[in-house]
């Protein structure tokens, strides 16, 4: 089982940037495929961004593409989200986890909230 600790979130004014950290523990993270996800204050929880084990690969929700880069660090056991040009409808709780997400790895996020 991976355990995953998100960190980074914050209060922003719309257009700034924010980095977002999830440290994971256990032997199969270099090996294993890491998503963010986000939910927004009454809504489902949806996907944001992915990346393949080797950071080779990643992927995005449309409304982030461009502004939003997912990066990986296996040495460090740690996947990161960069997030740029911040709007008010990205304020949200953001989790990582495995990619296809499991059910028992979800932490307790980090909370971004952005303003107007």
Same mark, same amino acid.
């Given at each position: 089982?991976?355990?995953?600790?998100?960190?980074?979130?914050? /209060?922003?004014?719309a257009?700034?940037?924010?980095?977002?950290?999830?440290?994971?523990?256990?032997?199969? /993270?270099?090996?294993?495929?890491?998503?963010? /996800?986000?939910?927004?204050?009454?809504?489902?929880?949806?996907?944001?961004?992915?990346?393949n084990?080797?950071?080779?690969?990643?992927?995005?929700?449309?409304?982030?593409?461009?502004?939003?880069?997912?990066?990986r660090?296996?040495?460090?056991?740690?996947?990161?989200?960069?997030?740029?040009?911040?709007?008010?409808?990205?304020?949200?709780? /953001?989790?990582?986890?495995?990619?296809?997400?499991?059910?028992?790895?979800?932490?307790?996020?980090?909370?971004?909230?952005?303003?107007?």
């Amino acid at each position: 089982q991976v355990q995953l600790v998100e960190s980074g979130g914050g /209060f922003v004014q719309a257009g700034g940037p924010l980095r977002l950290s999830c440290a994971a523990s256990g032997r199969t /993270f270099s090996s294993t495929n890491m998503g963010w /996800f986000r939910q927004a204050p009454g809504k489902y929880r949806e996907f944001v961004a992915a990346i393949n084990w080797n950071g080779d690969n990643t992927l995005y929700t449309n409304s982030v593409k461009g502004r939003f880069t997912i990066s990986r660090n296996n040495a460090k056991n740690t996947v990161y989200l960069q997030m740029n040009s911040l709007k008010p409808e990205d304020t949200a709780v /953001f989790y990582c986890n495995l990619d296809p997400p499991r059910m028992d790895s979800w932490g307790k996020g980090t909370l971004v909230t952005v303003s107007s």
